[in-house]
């Protein structure tokens, strides 16, 4: 049988050119190819692909040792695994990189055309529909973090039914019916592009689910957690959470890897600085981990962005606006009214083979559907109408309502002093803080603010954009 150490004088010694073919046989090399910068570590079984580290490596070695090669005696057993224990430097990082390449042919999803992998089956979506294949119909090798770890026995694979389909048109639903078809049919091309594993520059987008405003500072349980909990089912994804993510930090994306394609970061606070994440959703990734070297994964390859939050992401500006896509959950769903309640039985936790069935389907045809519209579908929300709600007291806005006309200019003091006169009993903000109200109030309704100032007075005006 194989082995990588040798004893010479009693004394038990690794051989790293022995031990760099062991583990070439057992498919373990480096991984080098158009969306790496670095290479990293791989393991190839037949035509699964598995990312590893060197720890990994050091551990398989380990078990080689302990449960698979047959000793002449129990003694010399003994004797290898104590060389073993302190053999560290070969395992290092750098040393391991001094391993050959492996030659493989990635199955990766194209502008056109996007895969689902099952244990049994493959599912490939285009514009057209969603088709069934065997894996013998494509040639190549897939990620094992890619493989879906279910086995799909549905044939028909062009209907979008079941819980989570009614699910998603609830969190949709608007006392508009036009509105609740049109975001019912952006969310499947939203859910869509964040499943669709391509990735192109001009259309790099971090997807932002936000909750409704209630006016009570009550948020929550709306079903946002619940939706990106069904990305995971699909794709391989991270979390992480909003109120300690630093995009700076250099080991913010030190649970990311190769595999990884949704970036989940959940609950962000108030005033979080949406700028920092630009480069990680246009650019390169950079992983890096403690005690690690770091690695760079191109942007084609690196993992699509969802964010969730309570708060409106500051920023009006054409690079923010042009990075973001806003979708603001109904209010049917809440403490009270919750899945669990609605549909009888915890989401992923109770489900039949049925409703998982339904599931995978339903995942496959928002891809479709992405694919089939080639682009996001608008939502239809009033995103600056809810920060408004959210930063300023609604005595201002029925204020602004009843007393302030379009096209007429007002001192901005006066107005100031003439509400604060209006209202005694709510806290006094700073003519500053007024200021970014009467632009939030613009914001909201579609106004231009017209700003201008004569001697010591300022003076504003709305104008119809």
């Known amino acids: 049988m194989t082995k990588f150490w040798t004893k010479a004088s009693g004394s038990i010694k690794f051989d790293p050119e022995a031990l760099h073919n062991f583990l070439k046989e057992s498919g373990f090399g480096l991984l080098k190819n158009g969306n790496l910068e670095d290479a990293i570590l791989i393991q190839v079984i037949g035509r699964i692909i598995k990312t590893v580290t060197s720890r990994e490596i050091r551990n398989f070695c380990w078990r080689y040792i302990d449960e698979t090669y047959v000793f002449q005696n129990l003694e010399e057993r003994s004797q290898v695994k104590n060389a073993f224990y302190g053999e560290r430097t070969l395992f290092y990082y750098d040393n391991l990189l ?23 089956c493959v599912l490939r979506i285009t514009a057209k529909g969603v088709e069934k294949i065997k894996y013998d119909d494509i040639n190549g090798h897939v990620l094992e973090k890619d493989i879906i770890d279910y086995e799909l026995t549905s044939e028909d694979c062009d209907e979008a039914v079941g819980k989570f389909n009614l699910f998603i048109s609830e969190i949709c639903d608007n006392e508009n019916q036009e509105i609740s078809e049109n975001n019912y049919k952006s969310l499947f091309t939203i859910i869509g592009y964040i499943l669709h594993r391509y990735k192109e520059p001009s259309n790099a987008k971090a997807i932002v689910f936000m909750d409704p405003y209630r006016g009570d500072g009550a948020n929550g349980g709306t079903g946002k957690s619940l939706l990106t909990k069904a990305f995971e089912k699909v794709r391989p994804c991270v979390y992480e959470d909003g109120k300690f993510f630093h995009a700076k930090d250099k080991f913010a ?89 609605e549909y009888e039985g915890l989401f992923f936790i ?116």
């Open 98 to 120: 001094l391993m050959p390449a492996i030659k493989i042919l990635e199955i990766k999803d194209t502008a056109d055309t996007s895969y689902m992998f099952f244990k049994n």
């Open 253 to 341: 994306l030190s649970q990311v890897d190769y595999s990884t394609r949704v970036l989940v970061i959940d609950d962000i606070p108030q005033n979080f600085d949406f700028t920092k994440l630009f480069p990680l959703i246009t650019e390169k990734a950079v992983i890096e981990r403690k005690y690690q070297n770091k690695y760079t994964v191109l942007f084609e390859r690196s993992p699509k962005i969802v964010i969730t939050t309570n708060y409106v992401l500051e920023g009006l500006d054409e690079s923010t606006i042009r990075r973001k896509i806003d979708f603001i959950f109904s209010d049917h769903f809440n403490r009270e009214t919750t899945p669990e309640s």
């Open 350 to 465: 109770d489900w039949e083979a049925e409703d998982w069935e339904d599931f995978f389907l339903l995942m496959a045809n928002c891809i479709q559907k992405y694919l089939e519209y080639g682009k996001i579908i608008p939502p239809k929300f009033n995103v600056a109408e809810r920060a408004l709600k959210m930063e300023v007291h609604p005595s201002f806005i029925e204020y602004m309502n009843t007393q302030i006309k379009p096209n007429v200019r007002y001192n901005k003091k006066i107005v100031y002093t003439v509400f604060y006169s209006q209202n005694p009993t709510i806290g006094k903000i700073e003519l500053t803080t007024f200021r970014k109200w009467l632009k939030l109030y613009a914001d909201a309704y579609d106004y231009k603010l017209n700003e201008s100032h004569s001697g010591n007075d300022n003076f504003f005006e709305y104008s119809q954009q």
